[in-house]
């Protein structure tokens, strides 16, 4: 393990070094030394943690849940770090430096999410659940059929999530080095199986850890660089933002989401009750001892999101004031040069030059590490513990089930990471923002009213989880490629069949009143077992 660690690190080297520029025709900020060096730092340290995890990682325990021996502060350090992705920070930066106002829409929906989880869920889950959350609602009704289904919609959500996270990733590196963007994704995805196969869970939440310690710290410089340009007055930020920015004013008000209210109502439902359906967050709840440590973790990940979350008000409204100032980092068609998505990059260069650009370019491509790692694990144990094992555990004894369990996780996380690199070399010009939003609406018409009944109500029976999951699934796909971001955009049509996008208002009571009904109407009486014997 530590030779095949040690190779890989060697191997970056000389990719890296022949790495020129961020991209043509830019002029700053660019690779150089500094931004290599640092690069190289981060890379070397989560390969050490994933080797030091490889060593402690022995059972299956200890590789989907990582022994279940983390603290509350350490797992609310992961979630967080889930949530604080790359895209959070590349993106939301783009949008706020782009629209003002409009692009905090995003941070607001996201760290509405968690509190619904541990007020609703947290605690229960932890109670009831083993390795996946798929381990509660099979608790509750017939493990085999409901287990593969919620698989198939976990593999099917994390699935897009990783895509998008992966062409993020390869966009990022081809950016930064100017390493083809092939390679770039060979990379990520090289690194990403390394870091399930062999640390498992410990792995990846010590990463997710020292990811979103980085992250926050980046961005605690970056916004106190930011406030001494203003005098640490933010109020002459904003003043100050208005002057620069084409449209004035308007930019302090929520201007896009007021025209289309109807699709804006629903992006915070999808962004809201998304989070609480993602199998690699949910995942997170089974890494700690105990109940009151699922909810102490989830605590800490809320007080981190919404620190990180308001310091995007900063940082954003920092660069769409600094960045106009700076006519040499935009292109002839008004554009920032590189895309953007890097405008929290060229913020980071303008305020702190070559270092800061070097460390904030390693922290996020850290942060996709981090991720694409988690949602690999999650995918992985979807087909090894939900689907494999749920249909070997009857003819096989326990322990004779948890290797043959260990050795098809692994072959998954290798499969899983072959198809996510084809499938962002196919997916390269796609949104990454609407990739991710798309996860955020199956996870809530699909794997939340499923899982949020299945723990509330004791009459819920399997047919009716089927059916009401199935439906929301079903909906959530077809009428999203019916709306304005695959009809419009992707396919050419004039006008979208379904102008709300996401369709998460629709799908989402559609799933709720499927599953209740069927239940209600089914002949014979649910055959699970009530949740208050469970609990």
């Given amino acids: 393990m530590k030779r095949i660690l040690s190779a890989l690190v060697l191997a970056m080297v000389p990719i890296a070094l022949a790495s020129p520029a961020m991209a043509a025709g830019m002029q700053a900020p660019a690779a150089n030394g500094v931004s290599i060096a640092l690069f190289l730092v981060v890379i070397a340290i989560t390969l050490g943690i994933t080797w030091w995890a490889a060593r402690r990682t022995r059972t299956a325990s200890d590789f989907y849940t990582a022994g279940g021996q983390i603290t509350g502060l350490q797992n609310g350090l992961a979630i967080a770090g889930d949530a604080m992705s790359a895209g959070a920070l590349l993106g939301l930066t783009a949008l706020v430096c782009s629209k003002g106002f409009d692009g ?21 889950m932890r ?10 609602v099979g608790a509750r009704l017939d493990s085999a059929s409901i287990r593969i289904f919620s698989a198939c919609a976990s593999l099917i959500i994390v699935l897009f999530y990783l895509v998008a996270q992966m062409v993020g990733a390869g966009q990022l590196i081809e950016i930064l080095f100017g390493i083809d963007y092939l390679y770039a994704v060979l990379l990520v995805g090289a690194l990403m199986v390394l870091y399930v196969t062999f640390g498992g869970m410990m792995a990846t939440t010590w990463v997710q850890i ?5 992250m926050i710290s980046g961005c605690a410089l970056l916004c106190f660089l930011v406030l001494r340009q ?21 930019i302090l008000a929520p201007t896009s989401f007021a025209k289309n209210p109807l699709s804006a109502f629903s992006l915070g439902i999808a962004l809201m009750l998304g989070t609480a359906g ?7 709840f089974f ?26 008000f900063i940082i954003g409204f920092g660069a769409l004031y600094l960045l106009r100032k700076q006519p040499q980092l935009f292109d002839a068609h008004g554009g920032l040069v590189g895309g953007g998505n890097t405008a929290a990059l060229h913020l980071a260069y303008v305020l702190g030059g070559n270092p800061l650009f070097g460390f904030l370019a390693a922290v996020a491509f850290a942060t996709i590490l981090a991720v694409v790692a988690g949602l690999t694990l999650s ?3 979807s087909i090894s513990h939900d689907i494999y094992g749920s249909l070997t555990r009857a003819r096989h004894g326990e322990a004779q089930d948890s290797k043959a369990e260990m050795k098809v996780m692994k072959v998954a996380v290798v499969v899983i990471g072959a198809l996510a690199v084809i499938l962002s070399l196919a997916f390269r010009t796609q949104n990454i923002a609407y990739m991710i939003s798309l996860a955020f609406s199956i996870s809530c018409s699909s794997t939340f009213p499923v899982l949020i009944l299945a723990i509330y109500w004791k009459r819920f029976t399997t047919l009716g ?3 009401g999951g199935g439906a929301g699934l079903a909906a959530s796909l077809l009428l999203t490629i019916l709306g304005p971001s695959i009809w419009v955009t992707v396919l050419g049509h004039a006008a979208p069949a379904v102008p709300i996008d996401p369709p998460a208002i629709i799908t989402v009571p559609l799933a709720f009143a499927v599953s209740i009904v069927v239940s209600l109407l089914e002949r014979s009486p649910a055959h699970a077992t009530p949740m208050s014997e469970l609990t």
């Fill in 379 to 381: 995918g992985a144990s």
């Fill in 465 to 467: 989880a089927l059916c």
């Fill in 210 to 214: 020292v990811k979103a310690v980085l």
């Fill in 127 to 136: 109670r009831l659940g083993r390795f996946t959350f798929i381990d509660v």
């Fill in 287 to 312: 890494t700690v001892p105990d109940e009151r440590a699922a909810r102490s973790s989830v605590l800490w990940a809320t007080i981190l999101m919404n620190a990180f979350y308001a310091m995007i």
């Fill in 230 to 250: 203003t005098g640490f007055s933010y109020g002459t930020l904003l003043a100050d933002s208005v002057s620069v920015h084409t449209a004035g004013p308007a």
């Fill in 278 to 284: 993602l199998p690699h967050v949910l995942m997170r």
């Fill in 104 to 124: 905090l829409f995003y941070a607001v929906g996201y760290t509405t999410g968690l509190p619904i989880v541990v007020f609703l869920m947290a605690g229960r």
